[in-house]
């Protein structure tokens, strides 16, 4: 969150606390007495504190004093009494600590704010996504047995990656109230905030609030000019460590535990998962996953001999692991017309919409149906775009 700049920051957030339904007296008084006076220092509380601000100015302590006017036998004077405090109805608190969160949430997805953004229709559009991280801080706030994290195999490699973002993504850091998932994206740096549309604004690619926050959220800190430093943002500290422990558990007693044991004094999980995934797949891992695929793919063959546990569906299985083998693969002169067809379309065709065009063609065709028809098929290392 970048706040924009105002040298009257006390009496705006005077205004501010007003606008969200507390009064003149309480405003003044989180404003001046409990010095309250950015929207950072709101922000940088935790909502333990926001509620212990609300039960201070209720019930402050000490002594203030009284003035005692002139009756007639004596002069006006003073005395010292009990602070009675300043109430704060339920709903004001309530509204506090919507503010809170709202103004948390620009921080983590490094969104600028001004104070006049912190109202009552902005706030209250926050209460489902602040419901929403408090169930999920319930319910993963125990490490997981091991079991429940992906466990990464040499058969699954491509998919342990995926696997573990979902993992991390409803899981929420202790002191950030981020999803973990942000740790290990791709990229370092958050788009421009004016090019980049917020969740619920025309244009915006998020379609969640999560997925705002995994794109945007600060992973280093960023100078006064907006430009990014060296240092670690302070809450993706806590969370790179949080994210650790997730893969030191499962990978502290495996083969693999040689690629992120370097990592383990720092407690760094995001150098620890982006070595693992340079190392299992960096340009020089895929090639030799590419050419031990084609020697594979090139002994596979479906010619209608019938084979125990080889069919059709067998066939689409192993080539969708490696697509760019299939549009050639088939060379059955009955499909020729599914082919064809394919070649004519425009654009960018994905693998499933490869498989729907023949998988519908052949059941409309009657000779797919107890034949004994032919289906030839040779390998040839071709690209899809063919």
């Known amino acids: 969150m970048t706040e924009d700049?105002?040298?009257?920051?006390?009496?705006?957030?005077t205004l501010l606390f007003r606008r969200i339904g507390l009064s003149d007296a309480a405003s003044q008084f989180l404003t001046t007495d409990q010095g309250i006076s950015k929207l950072e220092t709101l922000a940088r509380l935790n909502e333990t504190e926001v509620v212990m601000l609300c039960k201070i100015t209720r019930k402050p302590g000490g002594q203030i004093e009284v003035a005692i006017p002139a009756d007639g036998r004596r002069n006006a004077t003073t005395h010292m009494v009990s602070n009675p405090g300043i109430p704060v109805a339920m709903l004001q608190e309530k509204n506090l600590r919507l503010a809170h969160f709202f103004l948390k949430y620009k921080k983590m997805t490094s969104r600028i704010i001004t104070y006049d953004e912190v109202n009552i229709p902005s706030i209250e559009a926050f209460e489902d996504?602040?419901?929403t991280i408090a169930d999920m801080i319930e319910a993963t706030k125990e490490i997981p047995d091991i079991d429940k994290i992906p466990n990464l195999t040499h058969e699954r490699i491509f998919e342990w990656f995926d696997e573990f973002r979902e993992f991390l993504r409803p899981r929420i850091g202790k002191r950030s109230g981020r999803p973990l998932s942000y740790v290990v994206r791709k990229d370092l740096e958050v788009k421009n905030d004016s090019l980049d549309p917020a969740f619920g604004e025309d244009g915006s690619a998020y379609n969640t609030h999560g997925e705002e926050v995994e794109a945007r959220a600060p992973i280093k800190r960023y100078d006064e000019g907006g430009t990014i430093t060296t240092e670690d943002d302070r809450y993706f500290k806590s969370d790179n460590a949080e994210v650790w422990e997730f893969l030191w558990l499962r990978f502290k007693n495996g083969k693999y535990q040689a690629y992120i044991k370097p990592f383990l004094n720092k407690r760094d999980g995001r150098a620890a998962f982006t070595t693992l995934h340079h190392q299992l797949l960096g340009e020089q891992a895929i090639g030799n996953y590419a050419a031990a695929a084609e020697l594979k793919l090139q002994t596979?063959?479906?010619n209608g001999t019938k084979t125990k546990n080889w069919?059709?569906?067998?066939?689409?299985?192993e080539?969708?692991?490696?697509?760019?083998?299939?549009?050639?693969?088939?060379?059955?002169?009955?499909?020729?017309?599914v082919k064809g067809s394919l070649a004519c379309q425009k654009g960018t065709t994905t693998f499933d919409d490869v498989v729907t065009a023949y998988r519908t063609y052949k059941q409309s065709f009657t000779g797919d149906k107890g034949t004994t028809r032919s289906i030839n098929v040779s390998v040839i290392s071709a690209s899809?775009?063919?």
């Not at 700049?5 to 957030?13: F, K, Q, W, Y």
């Not at 069919?311 to 299985?317: A, K, S, T």
């Open 5 to 13: 700049p105002n040298p009257m920051n006390e009496v705006a957030m």
């Open 129 to 131: 996504y602040k419901d």
């Open 300 to 302: 596979l063959n479906l």
């Open 311 to 317: 069919n059709f569906e067998r066939y689409l299985v």
């Open 319 to 337: 080539h969708k692991e490696q697509v760019s083998y299939f549009k050639r693969g088939i060379t059955d002169p009955a499909l020729e017309q």
């Open 384 to 386: 899809t775009d063919n």
